[in-house]
């Protein structure tokens, strides 16, 4: 937790979070990932001044338990002094114990923010859903609940001016603005008219140009200029290596040259034939794509 401290800006983190994105439907599906259509409403986490300080961050937490599906999941929600957000023990279950931060107690307005980063701890923790280091697997976590649906609190969170800041989570708030825009793009979905916080809105229109440009790489059709004069003087190479590039070439079994790149979508790797225009279907996500290969 950034509390008047320096903020990190920018991508660092940008390949685990793609390759997070990628573990969510291997993992769940594209059914499921489909049954969070809807992120979860302001006024159902909404949390004011007057409200008792346990009953309140109890009722936020059943209410982000409902959101991840884990009925029979009971939070136990406590305040005390400590350097991170936010912690949950993650044990067998059903009761997990989540520590907030007591900076909290008169921030409630970000208790839902907190909450949905620990609640997603537990979702994953009882998928069997993690990455191989600590750092990774908190990446993990902000993606999941970024892009389930609750993760838009995270983002609200931040806060930035001249003489103070506030960010909840571990990805900049440029990445939280990717994965909401990614997960935009796919329930076409105004996660903006919830913000309260400027620059929060700020991230997420920097996060949605950089998803805009995942759709916009070669072979696929919305590549620009640069981008298709680039991919066809290495196709002339091919199979050559291609550095710098999401595309690679390679010869198929009857030594036809496919290509093959990320999908825009769930950044699973796709594989065609180079042969012209292409409809490919991502078998992860199902997203139609339309290549000039």
Not at 254 to 263: E, H, I, K, T, W
Request: with cysteine; charged share 25%.
């Amino acid at each position: 937790m950034a509390n008047d401290g320096p903020v990190e800006h920018g991508y660092p983190h940008l390949e685990t979070v793609r390759a997070s994105i990628t573990a969510l439907y291997r993992r769940l599906s594209y059914d499921t990932v489909q049954t969070f259509a809807g992120s979860v409403a302001p006024a159902d986490v909404a949390f004011c001044d007057t409200d008792d300080l346990y009953l309140g961050a109890q009722r936020v937490a059943r209410e982000m338990v409902r959101h991840f599906r884990l009925p029979d999941a009971r939070l136990v929600v406590s305040f005390r002094e400590m350097t991170h957000a936010a912690n949950v023990e993650l044990a067998a279950g059903p009761e997990y114990f989540v520590e907030l931060n007591g900076r909290f107690r008169t921030h409630r307005q970000d208790i839902g923010a907190a909450l949905a980063h620990e609640v997603t701890h537990v979702y994953l923790h009882r998928l069997d859903l993690s990455f191989p280091s600590t750092a990774e697997n908190e990446i993990l976590t902000d993606t999941a609940a970024t892009y389930l649906g609750a993760g838009w609190l995270l983002l609200d969170a931040y806060r930035e001016d001249s003489v103070s800041s506030q960010k909840l989570g571990y990805l900049t708030p440029e990445e939280f603005g990717y994965v909401l825009a990614k997960r935009a793009l796919v329930f076409q979905e105004d996660p903006s008219v919830w913000f309260t916080s400027p620059q929060a809105y700020t991230a997420y229109v920097r996060g949605m140009a950089e998803a805009r440009r995942d759709e916009q790489q070669p072979p696929l059709t919305g590549a620009g200029w640069a981008g298709r004069r680039r991919y066809a003087r290495d196709r002339r190479h091919a199979p050559g290596p291609q550095p710098g590039v999401g595309y690679a070439f390679s010869p198929d079994g009857g030594g036809r040259l496919r290509v093959s790149f990320p999908c825009p979508t769930c950044q699973q790797r796709i594989r065609v034939p180079v042969r012209g225009r292409v409809r490919a279907r991502c078998s992860l996500c199902r997203t139609v794509l339309e290549c000039d290969t």
